[in-house]
């Protein structure tokens, strides 16, 4: 496991640079972390390469790794170097993936600068991009080298990011904490504390990891909610309405699947209701229509945790607890749909 380390980038980036002796450094920043992130980070390093890229999930694909990798080739970067990966879920994915295959893999650390990224995409070592439109379809698992959080920087967070990246916190909550999903839960978005919900997700997280680095089984954990929620995040991609955030989608994958955990008799009315309502108070809906749902459903047979054509899920088995590798069919998930839907209307 890489070190993960929660302090102000002042303390945390000079320590993390006086530990090697890099021949160069490269920081990837997308329009966001350039304008707001990137000039506390350009005061604390030496002379350095910055890759800019534009910003969004869309970006997250082939074509942007062939620009990055050819800015590294053009500032003559050998295997000695360091990339930063300054940015949410998109650049620590993307950047962290374009250093583990240039040269056969280069250093690299993870600045997170959104509650998403510092919660869960920075942490863990799964790296990628997006491939004909399916959601991390192309990756490596590979550690960083470390991982630098500084909480400050949530505060150039608009609402909306910060209630995306919440979800990941409930998450981790439902499958390893009841006591801290129940506290949670009586909260409203603002009243959170997200210093304490940074350390506490990095902790769940860091913890399942150790046991199971590359996903073999424990892992799987980690996506609950992800099946149906990474689906319905890719159907919307391709639609003409209002894009999904990340967590606004896992947050539909959540309610769904915590319906379908229910009809298989794994958790209770009360924890159903308990997800329902807070999520729905916290997110609102997304309106799902009829026509949706097959297009949604086609797009879980590309779910990384399938056997064959086997849709397998990690399904809550009561509140803190989840269980894996849960095969569910077509109908099961439609109904999980429908349930999302029934409660929108």
């Known amino acids: 496991m890489s070190t993960v380390t929660i302090a102000p980038l002042a303390e945390s980036l000079p320590a993390f640079l006086d530990s090697y002796d890099f021949s160069a450094i490269a920081v990837i920043a997308d329009n966001h972390t350039f304008r707001f992130c990137y000039p506390e980070l350009k005061a604390l390093l030496p002379?350095?390469?910055?890759?800019?890229?534009?910003?969004?999930?869309?970006q997250k694909h082939l074509a942007t790794c062939e620009m990055i990798w050819d800015a590294l080739t053009r500032a003559n970067f050998d295997r000695h170097a360091l990339v930063l990966n300054l940015g949410g879920g998109v650049i620590g994915d993307m950047g962290g993936f374009c250093a583990a295959t240039y040269k056969r893999g280069i250093a690299f650390a993870q600045i997170p600068t959104t509650l998403l990224s510092q919660v869960d995409a920075s942490v863990g070592g799964k790296l990628g991009i997006d491939f004909r439109g399916f959601k991390n379809h192309i990756g490596v698992f590979q550690q960083p080298n470390a991982v630098l959080i500084d909480t400050t920087f949530l505060t150039t967070l608009p609402e909306r990011e910060l209630r995306s990246g919440f979800a990941e916190v409930i998450k981790h909550c439902l499958i390893a904490d009841a006591a801290k999903w129940d506290e949670i839960r009586r909260r409203d978005l603002e009243e959170q504390d997200w210093s304490a919900l940074v350390a506490h997700s990095v902790a769940v997280k860091e913890n399942v990891v150790a046991q199971d680095p590359t996903e073999k089984g424990l892992r799987k954990i980690l996506n609950f909610g992800h099946t149906l929620g990474h689906?319905?995040?890719?159907?919307?991609?391709?639609?003409?309405?209002?894009?999904?955030?990340?967590?606004?989608?896992?947050?539909?994958?959540?309610?769904?699947?915590?319906?379908i955990a229910h009809?298989?008799?794994?958790?209770?009315?009360?924890?159903?209701?308990?997800?329902?309502?807070?999520?729905?108070?916290?997110?609102?809906?997304?309106?799902?229509?009829?026509?949706?749902i097959e297009p949604i459903l086609s797009l879980t047979l590309q779910d990384k945790k399938n056997r064959g054509r086997e849709v397998r899920m990690s399904l809550l088995d009561g509140a803190g607890s989840c269980a894996f590798d849960i095969a569910v069919t077509a109908s099961e998930m439609r109904k999980g749909l429908e349930f999302y839907r029934g409660i929108n209307k």
Do not use: C, W
Request: charged fraction near 30%.
């Open 231 to 259: 689906a319905v995040e890719t159907y919307y991609l391709t639609q003409p309405r209002k894009r999904l955030l990340h967590g606004e989608a896992i947050a539909v994958g959540m309610v769904a699947e915590a319906f």
């Open 263 to 292: 009809h298989k008799k794994m958790i209770d009315q009360s924890l159903l209701t308990q997800i329902e309502e807070y999520i729905f108070a916290v997110y609102g809906n997304v309106r799902l229509v009829e026509e949706d």
């Open 47 to 58: 002379k350095h390469t910055l890759v800019r890229i534009k910003s969004g999930e869309e």
